[in-house]
């Protein structure tokens, strides 16, 4: 998905190529990044892109580690073998994602002087607490809250699909954006288009229905634009440079749209009308071949191999 009515038009190397690669085997990639010299405004002249960013990955290590554990409970229970495959895959990345960000956002954000702790503790209750498996119950019921558990994994991450799509289409650097930061969010955004369609045919094995799709991305939709925007909020009012205040924070949004270094909140929520169309795949968001390729040419991939 790339915004429209860009004042700077991306002429990254990320552009989608015509050649389909066809299956890919899924696989971690043991990557690494220094972002120790990294200016807190990583996207110069984008304070508030920059924040809203780095907040959304303050958000993410506790929910890839929630994603993890819930497919380790259902990989036992599958008996496709390529599926299972899918899954071992998909758990290697995500863990990935999850220690990557923690050594490099985590402590990025603390070493600008900002405290992540509180809302830190906030996402820990969400997903260790409020969306943890319901021992107590009959295995029935567990089975039961662990298909739902599924379905929002799929709604999360038909977002993090979108997303991931705009990072490769971005102009970030274009606008001169720092390197490191912009190869980790473009390394993991390549990986998320990459394994698109894992969390739904998951969620489908276990449970095909459309109420269930439905109802999982109604709760999805709302809740991560709250918490992410609201993350954004925090280092926003906390930056050392200065607090950005809403109604800047409303105009350097606007501004980011233009120049194509955040997406347009009317495309987030167009992303989401096509999750309700009853024959909706997930391999329509996003092109492998554009991700495979980033990937192969990442530097932080590039080193580890």
Same mark, same amino acid.
Do not use: C
């Given at each position: 998905?790339?915004?429209?009515?860009?004042?700077?038009?991306?002429?990254?190397?990320?552009? /989608?190529?015509?050649?389909?690669?066809? /299956?890919?085997?899924?696989? #971690?990639?043991?990557?690494?990044? *220094?972002?120790?010299?990294? *200016?807190?405004?990583?996207?110069?002249?984008?304070?508030?892109?920059?924040?809203?960013?780095?907040?959304?990955?303050? +958000?993410? /290590?506790?929910? !890839?580690?929630?994603?993890?554990?819930?497919?380790?409970?259902?990989?036992?229970?599958?008996?496709?073998?390529?599926?299972?495959?899918?899954? &071992?895959?998909?758990?290697?990345?995500?863990?990935?994602?999850?220690?990557?960000?923690?050594?490099?956002?985590?402590? =990025?954000?603390?070493?600008?002087?900002?405290?992540?702790?509180?809302?830190?503790? $906030?996402? !820990?209750?969400?997903?260790?607490?409020?969306?943890?498996?319901?021992?107590?119950?009959?295995?029935?019921? $567990?089975?039961?809250?662990?298909?739902?558990?599924?379905?929002?994994? #799929?709604?999360?991450?038909?977002?993090?699909?979108?997303?991931?799509?705009?990072?490769?289409?971005?102009?970030?650097?274009?606008?001169?954006?720092?390197?490191?930061?912009?190869?980790?969010?473009?390394?993991?955004?390549?990986?998320?288009?990459?394994?698109?369609? +894992?969390?739904? !045919?998951? #969620?489908?094995? =276990?449970?095909?229905?459309?109420?269930?799709? @439905?109802?999982?991305?109604?709760?999805?939709?709302?809740?991560?634009?709250?918490?992410?925007? &609201?993350?954004?909020?925090?280092?926003?009012?906390?930056? /050392?440079?200065?607090?950005?205040? $809403?109604?800047?924070?409303?105009? $350097?949004?606007?501004?980011?749209?233009?120049?194509?270094?955040?997406?347009?909140?009317?495309?987030?929520?167009?992303?989401?009308?096509?999750?309700?169309?009853?024959?909706?795949?997930?391999? !329509?968001? @996003?092109?492998?071949?554009? #991700?495979?390729?980033?990937?192969?040419?990442?530097?932080?991939?590039?080193?580890?191999?």
């Amino acid at each position: 998905m790339t915004s429209s009515g860009n004042k700077v038009p991306s002429t990254t190397e990320t552009t /989608p190529v015509d050649t389909d690669p066809g /299956p890919v085997e899924l696989h #971690a990639r043991n990557v690494s990044f *220094d972002v120790a010299d990294v *200016d807190l405004h990583w996207i110069p002249g984008h304070p508030y892109a920059s924040n809203l960013i780095t907040a959304l990955n303050l +958000v993410l /290590p506790e929910g !890839e580690r929630w994603f993890v554990k819930t497919f380790n409970e259902a990989l036992p229970l599958v008996r496709d073998d390529e599926l299972a495959a899918s899954m &071992r895959g998909f758990i290697g990345q995500e863990a990935m994602h999850a220690d990557a960000h923690d050594k490099v956002v985590w402590n =990025f954000v603390t070493e600008h002087g900002i405290d992540p702790e509180p809302y830190h503790r $906030q996402m !820990e209750w969400l997903f260790r607490k409020l969306l943890a498996p319901k021992g107590t119950e009959s295995a029935k019921a $567990q089975r039961k809250h662990l298909i739902e558990r599924l379905w929002l994994i #799929a709604a999360i991450e038909h977002y993090t699909a979108v997303l991931g799509d705009f990072a490769l289409n971005s102009s970030w650097l274009e606008v001169d954006a720092d390197p490191a930061m912009a190869d980790l969010f473009l390394w993991h955004g390549a990986e998320e288009v990459e394994h698109r369609t +894992v969390a739904h !045919e998951v #969620a489908v094995y =276990f449970g095909d229905s459309y109420l269930r799709r @439905g109802r999982a991305m109604l709760v999805a939709m709302p809740a991560l634009l709250f918490v992410v925007f &609201r993350g954004g909020r925090y280092i926003s009012l906390n930056d /050392p440079s200065g607090a950005i205040k $809403q109604l800047d924070r409303f105009l $350097q949004y606007r501004r980011g749209v233009r120049f194509n270094v955040v997406p347009k909140i009317s495309d987030i929520l167009l992303a989401s009308l096509t999750y309700f169309r009853p024959g909706f795949d997930p391999v !329509e968001v @996003g092109d492998t071949a554009q #991700a495979v390729a980033y990937l192969a040419k990442s530097p932080a991939t590039r080193k580890a191999s």
